[in-house]
Nanobody, 123 residues
Framework: VQLQASGGGLVQAGGSLRLSCAAS????????MGWFRQAPGKEREFVAA????????YYADSVKGRFTISRDNAKDTVYLQMNSLKVEDTAVYYC?????????????????WGQGTQVTVSS
């Protein structure tokens, strides 16, 4: 499966962005999907995950209550709505697909990765 992330940009603290990740190549609805991020000089970290149906979602504590992950299996797309953005949310955001149907918080569980989209939050 190929993943294409989009929607990043520059936003002021307190603002919002919506990231999209379009999938192609295989049956999107059979994959668990996740968003991860990597800030300069830091390791890639888990942000949010969603299972195949959208019925199970998980969030990192740092984004809980501010970010919402969702998916549209008819459009082969997963989204990350990011509200109340903080400077510390600045990173490259990656979407990833897990061949299991589950939502995983573990980076090594993911089999396919998108190219990343830059999110920059200014103070």
């Amino acid at each position: 499966v190929q993943l294409q992330a989009s929607g990043g940009g520059l936003v002021q603290a307190g603002g919002s962005l919506r990231l999209s990740c379009a999938a192609s190549g295989r049956t999107f609805s059979s994959y668990g999907m996740g968003w991860f991020r990597q800030a300069p000089g830091k390791e890639r970290e888990f942000v949010a995950a969603i299972n195949w149906s959208g019925g199970s979602v998980y969030y990192a504590d740092s984004v809980k209550g501010r970010f919402t992950i969702s998916r549209d299996n008819a459009k082969d797309t997963v989204y990350l709505q990011m509200n109340s953005l903080k400077v510390e949310d600045t990173a490259v955001y990656y979407c990833a697909a897990d061949r299991s149907v589950y939502a995983s918080q573990t980076l090594s569980d993911y089999d396919y990765w998108g190219q990343g989209t830059q999110v920059t939050v200014s103070s």
